[in-house]
Protein backbone atom coordinates (compact mmCIF):
# COMPACT_ATOMS: atom_id res chain seq x y z
CA UNK A 1 0.00 0.00 0.00
CA UNK A 2 1.40 2.84 -1.04
CA UNK A 3 2.23 5.76 1.79
CA UNK A 4 1.50 9.58 0.71
CA UNK A 5 3.13 10.86 -2.43
CA UNK A 6 4.26 14.43 -2.60
CA UNK A 7 5.24 15.76 -5.89
CA UNK A 8 7.53 17.62 -6.89
CA UNK A 9 10.13 16.97 -3.61
CA UNK A 10 11.90 19.91 -4.32
CA UNK A 11 11.01 23.43 -6.64
CA UNK A 12 12.66 26.60 -7.35
CA UNK A 13 10.95 29.33 -8.26
CA UNK A 14 11.48 32.76 -8.86
CA UNK A 15 9.93 35.56 -6.98
CA UNK A 16 6.46 36.61 -8.13
CA UNK A 17 6.36 32.69 -10.29
CA UNK A 18 3.51 30.54 -9.04
CA UNK A 19 4.32 27.06 -7.19
CA UNK A 20 2.12 23.95 -7.47
CA UNK A 21 2.29 21.31 -5.11
CA UNK A 22 0.60 18.06 -5.63
CA UNK A 23 -0.40 15.71 -2.81
CA UNK A 24 -2.06 12.21 -3.42
CA UNK A 25 -3.63 10.15 -0.25
CA UNK A 26 -2.88 7.02 0.65
CA UNK A 27 -5.31 4.59 -1.05
CA UNK A 28 -8.60 4.81 0.44
CA UNK A 29 -8.34 7.99 2.37
CA UNK A 30 -10.59 11.07 1.29
CA UNK A 31 -9.31 13.61 3.76
CA UNK A 32 -6.35 15.18 3.35
CA UNK A 33 -4.33 18.18 5.39
CA UNK A 34 -1.24 20.66 4.54
CA UNK A 35 1.43 21.17 7.13
CA UNK A 36 3.85 24.16 6.23
CA UNK A 37 7.51 24.10 8.10
CA UNK A 38 9.14 26.92 7.76
CA UNK A 39 13.23 26.59 8.43
CA UNK A 40 13.97 26.03 12.26
CA UNK A 41 10.67 26.26 12.89
CA UNK A 42 7.53 23.38 13.96
CA UNK A 43 4.87 22.41 11.94
CA UNK A 44 1.82 24.27 11.17
CA UNK A 45 -1.83 23.61 10.21
CA UNK A 46 -2.49 25.23 6.85
CA UNK A 47 -5.73 23.44 4.94
CA UNK A 48 -7.76 20.39 5.96
CA UNK A 49 -10.18 19.45 2.95
CA UNK A 50 -11.88 16.46 1.89
CA UNK A 51 -13.15 15.50 -1.79
CA UNK A 52 -14.39 18.52 -3.42
CA UNK A 53 -14.56 20.36 -0.29
CA UNK A 54 -12.62 22.73 1.77
CA UNK A 55 -13.65 22.11 5.70
CA UNK A 56 -10.98 24.04 7.50
CA UNK A 57 -9.10 26.72 5.80
CA UNK A 58 -8.07 28.52 9.36
CA UNK A 59 -4.37 28.24 9.20
CA UNK A 60 -4.07 29.44 4.81
CA UNK A 61 -2.32 32.98 4.71
CA UNK A 62 -5.72 35.07 3.30
CA UNK A 63 -3.73 35.55 0.10
CA UNK A 64 -1.93 34.56 -2.68
CA UNK A 65 -2.62 30.18 -1.07
CA UNK A 66 -5.55 28.05 -1.97
CA UNK A 67 -5.87 24.16 -2.15
CA UNK A 68 -8.14 22.53 -4.10
CA UNK A 69 -9.13 18.18 -3.80
CA UNK A 70 -10.90 17.46 -6.59
CA UNK A 71 -13.11 14.51 -7.51
CA UNK A 72 -10.49 13.28 -9.68
CA UNK A 73 -7.09 13.83 -9.06
CA UNK A 74 -4.34 14.58 -6.34
CA UNK A 75 -5.00 17.56 -3.97
CA UNK A 76 -3.17 20.98 -4.78
CA UNK A 77 -1.91 23.43 -3.15
CA UNK A 78 -1.37 26.81 -5.17
CA UNK A 79 1.53 29.27 -4.00
CA UNK A 80 0.63 32.39 -6.50
CA UNK A 81 3.16 35.38 -6.70
CA UNK A 82 6.21 33.93 -4.38
CA UNK A 83 8.04 35.45 -2.26
CA UNK A 84 11.18 34.32 0.02
CA UNK A 85 8.90 33.94 2.95
CA UNK A 86 7.06 31.22 1.15
CA UNK A 87 10.49 29.54 1.19
CA UNK A 88 9.40 25.99 3.57
CA UNK A 89 8.81 22.42 3.74
CA UNK A 90 4.99 21.62 2.60
CA UNK A 91 3.62 18.54 4.03
CA UNK A 92 0.67 16.50 3.15
CA UNK A 93 -0.89 13.92 4.86
CA UNK A 94 -4.10 12.18 4.68
CA UNK A 95 -6.65 9.44 6.90
CA UNK A 96 -9.50 7.37 6.43
CA UNK A 97 -11.88 9.94 8.00
CA UNK A 98 -11.83 12.92 10.52
CA UNK A 99 -12.93 10.58 13.65
CA UNK A 100 -9.63 10.52 16.61
CA UNK A 101 -9.64 6.99 16.03
CA UNK A 102 -8.52 7.37 12.66
CA UNK A 103 -4.53 7.80 12.39
CA UNK A 104 -3.08 10.73 9.93
CA UNK A 105 -0.26 9.41 7.66
CA UNK A 106 2.68 11.89 6.26
CA UNK A 107 4.00 12.15 3.10
CA UNK A 108 8.01 12.91 2.85
CA UNK A 109 7.58 16.69 1.75
CA UNK A 110 7.79 19.59 -0.67
CA UNK A 111 10.36 22.06 -0.65
CA UNK A 112 9.56 25.10 -1.80
CA UNK A 113 12.92 27.45 -2.55
CA UNK A 114 12.13 30.84 -3.81
CA UNK A 115 15.23 32.37 -5.41
CA UNK B 1 -7.75 22.17 21.85
CA UNK B 2 -6.09 20.61 24.79
CA UNK B 3 -2.67 21.41 25.23
CA UNK B 4 0.46 19.56 25.82
CA UNK B 5 3.51 19.95 27.65
CA UNK B 6 7.00 18.13 26.80
CA UNK B 7 10.56 18.49 27.83
CA UNK B 8 12.33 20.74 25.45
CA UNK B 9 15.71 17.83 24.63
CA UNK B 10 16.32 14.29 26.28
CA UNK B 11 19.33 12.18 25.97
CA UNK B 12 19.66 8.31 25.84
CA UNK B 13 22.39 5.73 25.66
CA UNK B 14 22.11 3.76 22.35
CA UNK B 15 20.41 0.00 23.08
CA UNK B 16 18.46 1.55 26.33
CA UNK B 17 15.17 2.50 26.72
CA UNK B 18 13.99 6.07 26.13
CA UNK B 19 11.13 7.34 27.88
CA UNK B 20 9.44 10.71 27.16
CA UNK B 21 6.91 12.22 29.12
CA UNK B 22 3.99 14.27 27.89
CA UNK B 23 1.62 16.32 30.17
CA UNK B 24 -1.93 16.75 29.12
CA UNK B 25 -4.06 17.67 32.15
CA UNK B 26 -6.97 19.37 30.23
CA UNK B 27 -7.14 17.28 27.98
CA UNK B 28 -11.38 15.52 27.41
CA UNK B 29 -12.75 12.43 28.21
CA UNK B 30 -12.94 11.60 24.04
CA UNK B 31 -10.04 13.10 23.06
CA UNK B 32 -7.07 10.72 21.78
CA UNK B 33 -3.20 11.29 22.62
CA UNK B 34 -0.98 10.54 19.61
CA UNK B 35 2.36 10.66 19.22
CA UNK B 36 4.76 11.17 16.03
CA UNK B 37 8.31 11.94 15.25
CA UNK B 38 10.52 13.72 12.73
CA UNK B 39 13.97 12.74 11.89
CA UNK B 40 15.58 15.92 10.08
CA UNK B 41 14.38 16.54 6.45
CA UNK B 42 11.70 14.18 6.78
CA UNK B 43 7.87 13.87 6.62
CA UNK B 44 6.49 13.58 10.39
CA UNK B 45 6.34 9.42 11.24
CA UNK B 46 3.45 8.06 13.05
CA UNK B 47 4.14 5.97 16.40
CA UNK B 48 1.51 5.55 18.76
CA UNK B 49 -1.78 6.47 19.86
CA UNK B 50 -4.26 6.17 22.77
CA UNK B 51 -7.28 6.89 24.51
CA UNK B 52 -7.42 5.31 27.86
CA UNK B 53 -5.32 1.79 28.49
CA UNK B 54 -1.77 1.14 27.44
CA UNK B 55 -0.82 0.13 23.83
CA UNK B 56 1.92 -1.01 22.05
CA UNK B 57 2.91 -1.91 18.57
CA UNK B 58 6.23 -2.74 16.89
CA UNK B 59 7.78 1.02 17.51
CA UNK B 60 6.81 1.49 20.71
CA UNK B 61 4.95 1.53 24.11
CA UNK B 62 1.90 4.22 25.59
CA UNK B 63 1.58 4.37 28.96
CA UNK B 64 -1.43 6.36 30.23
CA UNK B 65 -1.65 7.27 33.44
CA UNK B 66 -5.02 7.01 34.98
CA UNK B 67 -6.72 10.18 35.34
CA UNK B 68 -5.22 10.43 31.25
CA UNK B 69 -3.57 13.88 32.34
CA UNK B 70 -0.20 12.76 31.40
CA UNK B 71 1.21 10.01 29.11
CA UNK B 72 5.12 8.31 28.94
CA UNK B 73 6.17 7.35 25.27
CA UNK B 74 9.03 4.51 25.28
CA UNK B 75 10.93 3.25 23.38
CA UNK B 76 12.51 0.02 24.48
CA UNK B 77 15.72 -0.35 22.50
CA UNK B 78 16.96 3.36 21.36
CA UNK B 79 19.08 3.49 18.22
CA UNK B 80 21.10 5.97 16.88
CA UNK B 81 17.96 5.92 14.05
CA UNK B 82 15.72 7.18 16.69
CA UNK B 83 17.21 10.34 17.03
CA UNK B 84 14.32 12.85 16.11
CA UNK B 85 12.05 15.67 17.19
CA UNK B 86 8.87 13.80 19.38
CA UNK B 87 5.06 15.58 19.22
CA UNK B 88 2.97 14.32 21.97
CA UNK B 89 -0.63 15.38 20.63
CA UNK B 90 -4.15 15.81 21.54
CA UNK B 91 -6.56 15.21 18.49
CA UNK B 92 -9.53 17.36 19.08
CA UNK B 93 -13.02 15.23 19.04
CA UNK B 94 -15.81 17.86 19.62
CA UNK B 95 -15.76 18.98 15.63
CA UNK B 96 -15.15 16.86 12.47
CA UNK B 97 -11.84 18.48 11.84
CA UNK B 98 -9.62 16.13 12.82
CA UNK B 99 -6.41 17.94 12.05
CA UNK B 100 -3.19 17.63 14.53
CA UNK B 101 -1.78 20.71 16.04
CA UNK B 102 1.62 20.37 16.71
CA UNK B 103 3.77 22.06 19.42
CA UNK B 104 7.73 22.36 19.74
CA UNK B 105 7.71 18.28 20.89
CA UNK B 106 10.85 16.74 22.46
CA UNK B 107 14.29 16.21 20.67
CA UNK B 108 15.54 12.97 21.43
CA UNK B 109 19.26 12.49 21.40
CA UNK B 110 20.41 8.88 21.22
CA UNK B 111 24.31 8.64 21.76
CA UNK B 112 26.69 5.59 21.41
Known amino acids: NAGVMQNPRHLVRRRGQEARLRCSPM?????VYWYRQLPEEGLKFMVY????????ESGMPKERFSAEFPKEGPSILRIQQVVRGDSAAYFC?????????????FGEGSWLTVV | DAKTTQPTSMDCAEGRAANLPCNHS???????VYWYRQIHSQGPQYIIH???NNETNEMASLIITEDRKSSTLILPHATLRDTAVYYCIVRRARDNTGKLIFGQGTTLQVKP
Open chain 2, 50 to 52: GLK
Open chain 1, 27 to 31: KGHSH
Open chain 2, 26 to 32: TISGNEY
Open chain 1, 93 to 105: ASSPDSSSGNTIY
Open chain 1, 49 to 56: LQKENIID
